[in-house]
């Protein structure tokens, strides 16, 4: 009798062993934290060793890092509408900072698929709390139209240069800060105004759908302003500064401008860890509601660091050893920290050399969901990266343009690096080479000793670039 019990145990053991394999791993709810201008070497894991980031760290140490990952291009809104239309910026439907009337910039069409429609047909509670970009409100590239069930924060970035502004949006409501009308500098710091309602979208997924949230925030992108609290405390008096004069708070101030600061240095240091400070209260967030384990945590920044406002990367070694900044199409330009943590999917401390970079986030969400990809992608899901399973794909090259200062392209081929310039005025113009294997700083320029390799990715440029009636290069 007692074998046959045990017998029947084993049976009904081995069922539920089977049952439980055969069922579907959980699909993970999705943060994309994504940085204003920060630089590859702000971050303490990249090699910032003046300005402490333990909760951005932390992905590293519980996740996995990207060394050799790349932003959409080097400004704001064409890099965003890359990440999220999978498209690098020759196809991308944005691919400049156009500004439009009364209030935004060149809206995102009706016809253009972003990962929030996918995400959102897919299943997924939608939100994005921070900096927009991609169209004004009502437009068809508003937030609301684009995939998002909710959004909090700047329409318009141009707005977004003030830390201190006089209303932000919620959904397609305009959110008047009465404190803050004729320019005050008050309480009502808009980076922990948007903050708090992320938080509180946070909390309230527990036992819920997935969820998508996008936090685009507007740290540590100029003006140089925080709080007078502890962080700014830390870092008070510890530097050398050098004070910036800009517009200042009052009647008289222009919206887009940059305040005046005493401390350039110390302020920019208390805003990058004030950043690291949101991503600790993100991951308190998720530990106390339950979501921890299965939530995919990544951070990245749009493009390298600014130089306006008062801001100096070359002191903080911001581009991390890398040649160029915001604007450049050199690696200090484009590199950008790539960290993602998922304790159900990600070995803890791995890292990783893939050569990637935002058109690859949405084939990637897209697969985590279960959800099919649109046509015409230029992306490549990197699932297999982060979870050590399965054989990762390789671009045979990434390309990047951009549409000020004359023009520029480039293009990477395993570690053939090209660069061309004025290409408004000379689109087949002279090609920049160079080697990153032994020349990650872009200083020798291999053209003259490798004219085929610089002409054929010459060639790539002319083949990746679709003209655009919107952005055109020069006489398009």
Not at 54 to 67: K, M, S
Not at 222 to 244: M, Q, R, T
Not at 458 to 471: E, I, N, P, R, T
Request: charged letters at 20%; a positive charge.
């Amino acid at each position: 009798m007692a074998r046959f019990f045990f017998a029947i145990l084993s049976v009904l053991s081995l069922c539920t062993c089977l049952k439980a394999q055969s069922r579907k791993p959980l699909r993970p709810n999705i943060i994309f934290i994504l940085a204003d201008d920060l630089g590859y070497g702000d971050v303490g894991v990249y090699g910032q060793k003046l300005i402490k980031t333990p909760n951005i760290d932390r992905l590293a140490a519980e996740g996995i890092r990207f060394t050799q990952f790349y932003a959409g291009t080097s400004v704001c809104a064409p890099s965003r509408s890359s990440l999220l239309t999978g498209q690098h910026t020759g196809h991308t439907y944005i691919r400049g900072n156009k500004e439009v009337q009364p209030e935004g910039q060149q809206p995102l069409a009706d016809s253009v698929t972003t990962v929030a429609e996918l995400l959102q047909k897919a299943g997924y509670k939608t939100a994005a709390f921070g900096k927009w970009g991609l169209g004004p409100v009502g437009s068809s590239g508003d937030p609301i139209n684009q995939g998002f069930d909710r959004f909090y924060g700047y329409n318009c970035q141009a707005l977004a240069h003030r830390a201190y502004p006089n209303h932000l949006w919620a959904d397609e409501r305009k959110i008047v800060l009465t404190a803050n009308q004729n320019l005050q500098q008050t309480n009502d710091y808009a980076p922990d105004l948007i903050q708090k309602q992320a938080l509180n979208f946070l909390a309230g997924q527990a036992n819920k759908q997935p969820f998508f949230l996008f936090l685009p925030y507007t740290l540590p992108h100029a003006e140089l302003v925080v709080p007078d609290d502890s962080i700014f405390a830390h870092y008070k008096g510890k530097f050398a500064e050098k004070p910036f004069k800009g517009a200042d708070y009052g009647p008289d101030a222009k919206t887009g401008g940059y305040t005046s600061q005493a401390y350039s240095r110390a302020t920019f240091a208390a805003m990058v860890t004030r950043l690291d400070m949101y991503v600790g209260q993100v991951l308190a967030t998720l530990k106390a509601n339950g979501l921890d384990r299965n939530t995919l945590v990544i951070f990245s920044s749009d493009n390298g660091p600014h130089t306006e406002g008062g801001a100096d990367p070359a002191f903080f070694n911001s581009s991390g050893g890398f040649r160029g900044v915001k604007r450049d199409l050199y690696e200090g330009g484009i590199r950008v920290p790539l960290l993602a943590r998922w304790p159900d999917g990600i070995k803890p401390g791995t890292k990783s050399d893939y050569i990637g970079a935002f058109w690859d986030l949405l084939p990637t969400f897209a697969e985590l969901a279960g959800t099919p990809t649109p046509a015409h992608l230029d992306g490549l899901s990197i699932v297999p990266s982060l979870t050590g399973k399965g054989s990762q794909k390789k671009h045979e090259y990434l390309y990047w343009e951009f549409h000020e200062g004359g023009g520029r392209q480039a293009i990477r081929q395993g570690n053939w690096k090209a660069v061309r310039l004025q290409v408004s005025k000379e689109p087949n113009g002279t090609v920049e080479l160079y080697n990153l294997s032994n020349d990650p700083a872009e200083t020798q320029n291999l053209a003259a000793k490798y004219p085929g390799k610089a002409n054929e990715l010459g060639q790539l440029m002319k083949a990746s670039h679709v003209a655009s009636a919107l952005f055109p290069f020069g006489g398009e």
